[in-house]
């Protein structure tokens, strides 16, 4: 089994819509992220979690909400989904210190019509 | 503000020839510069990872370099092989700020026969 693993793989929805986006992992470590990705854009950080209480927005927060609901799920929200958030989502996990990996799910690619 | 430059954006050479990708980055103060791989639809993973303290750092056939004083890394690809396509993503840590990650845009680099 991956060490982090994403829900849905792929989803495509309507304008308008509420998703969810799901993440878990088995590194046992405390951070963990949501990011973006859009072609010639890169990697964008949307939120992200330093323990279960703590909860961070990013550079592009906007329009998404996020829940930890313990140490090793970390999920995404889209209250109501826009074409232009249209892109393939990432989850990662990585563990104290300065050193730490990156550690990333496969990705969730979400579709808005 | 803290900003990573990668180039070229793509690249294609041929199988069996050798690369360099760039990574310059305004990262301060800096803590360490991670090389990720990124298969296509696929989450990246790390290649290597290059402190203030060194100057090279092998993996196989991916050499990494540093140069702390012009802020600046390469990453060599020796004898490319058709599995070496793929996106490489250079990341920079910052001391400051729990250890904020700045995220270049990537080089998408195709070998072909």
């Known amino acids: 089994d991956a060490d982090v693993t994403q829900t849905p793989r792929n989803r495509i929805t309507k304008t308008g819509k509420r998703i969810m986006l799901e993440c878990s992992q088995t590194?046992?470590?405390?951070?963990m992220y949501w990011y973006r990705q859009d072609p010639g854009l890169g990697l964008r950080l949307i939120y992200y979690?330093?323990?279960?209480?703590?909860?961070n927005k990013g550079e592009i927060s906007d329009g998404y909400s996020v829940s930890r609901q313990a140490q090793a799920k970390f999920s995404l929200s889209l209250e109501s989904a826009i074409p232009n958030q249209t892109a393939l989502y990432f989850c990662?996990?990585?563990?104290?210190?300065?050193?730490?990996?990156?550690?990333f799910g496969e990705g969730s690619r979400l579709t808005v019509l | 503000k803290n900003q990573v430059e990668q180039s070229p954006q793509s690249l294609i050479i041929l199988e069996g020839k050798n690369c360099t990708l760039q990574c310059n980055y305004t990262v301060s103060p800096f803590s360490n510069l991670r090389w990720y791989k990124q298969d296509t639809g696929r989450g990246p993973v790390s290649l290597t990872i290059?402190?203030?303290?060194?100057n090279t750092k092998s993996n196989g056939r991916y050499t990494a370099t540093l140069d702390a004083d012009t802020k600046q890394s390469s990453l060599h690809i020796t004898a490319s092989q058709l599995s070496d396509s793929a996106s490489y993503i250079c990341?920079?840590?910052?001391?400051?700020?729990?250890?904020?990650?700045?995220f270049g845009k990537g080089t998408k680099l195709s070998v072909i026969p």
């Open positions: 590194k046992g470590h405390d951070r």
């Open positions: 290059m402190t203030f303290s060194e």
């Open positions: 990341v920079v840590s910052s001391r400051a700020g729990s250890y904020q990650l700045t």
């Open positions: 990662a996990t990585r563990q104290q210190g300065n050193t730490g990996e990156l550690f």
């Open positions: 979690s330093f323990d279960v209480k703590d909860i």
